[in-house]
């Protein structure tokens, strides 16, 4: 590949890219990961006290045990969809620092082929100051 600073922007719009796309796929798996937690927060049981004497006709009736049923397998679904997310986010982290490497790398290339092209100009202007 060239050292012309030039030749390296195209690198360095790929890395570019490259890195946010993968911060954006990070950014989606967290707000993705935010409403498991929701979610899981929302199946907290009901406020109501089942020791009291007078029970309404839905707790005689057994929803409040239904719903607790219902509520340990949707718990159970949504840590079960929870632990998967996080596989996911482990790669797609490292998706992330190698993009984000990749893209560092591609700065400090063109700054260094910067640096040498200004040096050659000036060896080439002390070489032949009339050009």
């Known amino acids: 590949m060239s050292r012309d600073p030039r030749s390296l ?15 954006a796929a990070m950014a989606a798996l967290a707000a993705e990961e935010a409403a498991i937690r929701r979610a899981l927060d929302a199946l907290s049981p009901p406020s109501h006290d089942l020791t009291s004497v007078d029970l309404d006709p839905a ?3 057994g929803a409040h045990l239904k719903w607790q049923l219902w509520a340990a397998a949707r718990r ?3 840590l079960a969809e929870l632990a998967r997310l996080r596989v996911r986010q482990e790669a797609a982290r490292d998706v992330l620092a190698r ?7 591609a700065g ?5 082929a910067k640096a040498e092209h200004a040096r050659q100009a000036a060896r080439a202007a002390v070489r032949d100051p009339d050009a």
């Open 9 to 23: 922007q195209a690198l360095a719009r790929v890395t570019e890219a490259t890195y946010q796309t993968a911060a």
């Open 59 to 61: 707790a005689r009736a």
């Open 99 to 105: 993009a984000f490497g990749r893209n560092m790398v």
């Open 108 to 112: 400090r290339l063109i700054e260094r």
């Open 76 to 78: 159970e679904a949504l």
